[in-house]
């Protein structure tokens, strides 16, 4: 019985111990794709980041690798160094968006148009996120809420509209290219972004 529990404790600490540190090799950059996830993001964390940003990317590390709690922690910290820097909370919720935390995405990006809300880039990029993976009505509202900062802002509705056909959404998409269009006729970077668009999408049809 003695031998038992001895066996036993011993199996807990060795549960309990520390990982030993991987040998950033060739031969590890060959391993398991979520233990390079987490051990990159890992020792990237270790260096004590300052950047907010950074801190958003390793929790999108630690969620592709299905590590939420890491990812969480990670998130938390960076929105706690800059709550209201919407380039953060974009990061952010872009991480939950792309790795299927729908819930978690939406809260996110509600957070820039409450904290940041004149960050055009962010509203943008908040926009096409969710215009590329179907949610296309989530999508216009950021785009509504975009348009009341800059009804010029041709060259994000040019984005918005990628986003759209890239989506499958011609028909939206259209809306958006006609308005860039109307906003500058004879400028010829809209007319290449377009004609681009389409020749990369394959939509000509």
């Known amino acids: 019985m003695r031998t038992v529990i001895l066996a036993l404790a011993t199996l807990a600490l ?3 111990a520390p990982k030993p540190a991987p040998t950033f090799d060739e031969a590890f950059f060959n391993s398991d794709r979520r233990a390079i ?10 260096i004590k980041p300052k950047d ?15 590590d939420k709690p890491k990812a969480v922690e990670a998130f938390r910290e960076a929105e ?15 991480a939950w968006l792309k790795h299927g935390y729908k819930t978690e995405a939406l809260e996110g990006y509600e957070k820039i148009v409450q904290r ?20 296309v009505n989530e999508a216009e ?18 984005m918005f509209g990628r986003a759209l056909l890239v989506a499958g959404q011609r028909k939206k998409a259209a809306v958006w290219f006609a308005r860039a269009a109307a906003l500058k006729p004879n400028e010829e970077k809209v007319f290449l972004e377009i004609s681009r668009t389409f020749a990369e999408t394959q939509s000509v049809m």
């Open 14 to 16: 060795a549960a309990q």
């Open 52 to 66: 907010a940003k950074y801190l958003a990317e390793y929790g999108r590390a630690y969620l592709a690798a299905m």
């Open 141 to 158: 509202r950021y785009m509504g809420v975009l348009v009341a900062l800059d009804k010029d802002g041709w060259e994000r509705f040019l």
């Open 116 to 135: 940041d809300p004149k960050n055009k880039e962010a509203v943008t990029q908040a926009a096409v996120d969710l215009a590329e993976v179907g949610l």
């Open 37 to 46: 996830l987490q051990a990159c993001a890992d020792k990237a964390r270790s």
């Open 80 to 94: 706690g160094r800059e709550a209201k820097d919407g380039q953060v909370l974009r990061l952010i919720a872009q």
